[in-house]
């Protein structure tokens, strides 16, 4: 499926229905395999969602369906819905959230980290529900670690909320 930057829109509807349509076109091979344990859609550094990949979104045009979705998250939990608050932090000058939308932000550290994770959390959700719908005998096996290549320790956290089971390569 079409990537945004390192990964696909998971907010963006028309590519969820192609995510899931090429999902069940792989795992409807395997479904009932006696011989598979289960699946990984992706593995290592290729899918941690680092910071980089959420500034490149923010920079987007303002249709965008993730950048809207960071943008409302953030306006949501960290600046109470307040425009202006969010303007500030963030080195804009909207004074609506169609404005926030269209500007190229400078967001803070603090709010890039946690829309990371929100990004990264839908992300990995998408995948394992929409694994586990499609093959419920499988196990959903995450996307496989390295340490220090992720981003932070929390991308552990992320992942593990996210499948049946959680693995590391550790290549020292």
């Not at 290729?46 to 987007?60: C, F, G, Q, R, W």
């Not at 809207?68 to 963030?90: E, F, N, P, R």
């Not at 004074?95 to 269209?102: D, I, K, M, N, P």
Request: hydrophobic fraction near 45%; charge should be negative; include cysteine.
């Amino acid at each position: 499926v079409p990537r945004l930057v390192r990964h696909p829109d998971i907010f963006n509807t028309t590519i969820q229905t192609q995510l899931r349509n090429v999902l069940a076109t792989q795992l409807a091979a395997f479904a009932w395999e006696p011989m598979i344990v289960g699946y990984t859609v992706g593995s290592e550094w290729d899918e941690i969602v680092t910071p980089e990949e959420i500034v490149s979104i923010l920079a987007m045009g303002a249709s965008v369906p993730a950048k809207k979705a960071l943008v409302d998250h953030a306006l949501a939990t960290l600046y109470s819905g307040s425009v202006t608050a969010m303007a500030t932090a963030w080195k804009v000058s909207a004074t609506t959230v169609a404005g926030l939308y269209a500007s190229i932000p400078t967001v803070p550290s603090a709010d890039l980290e946690v829309l990371r994770r929100y990004y990264a959390d839908r992300y990995y959700a998408f995948l394992y529900e929409t694994c586990k719908e499609l093959d419920s005998v499988h196990l959903y096996m995450g996307n496989w670690l390295v340490p220090g290549w992720w981003v932070n320790e929390e991308d552990w956290r992320l992942v593990s909320r996210h499948c049946d089971v959680m693995g590391i390569d550790n290549y020292s």
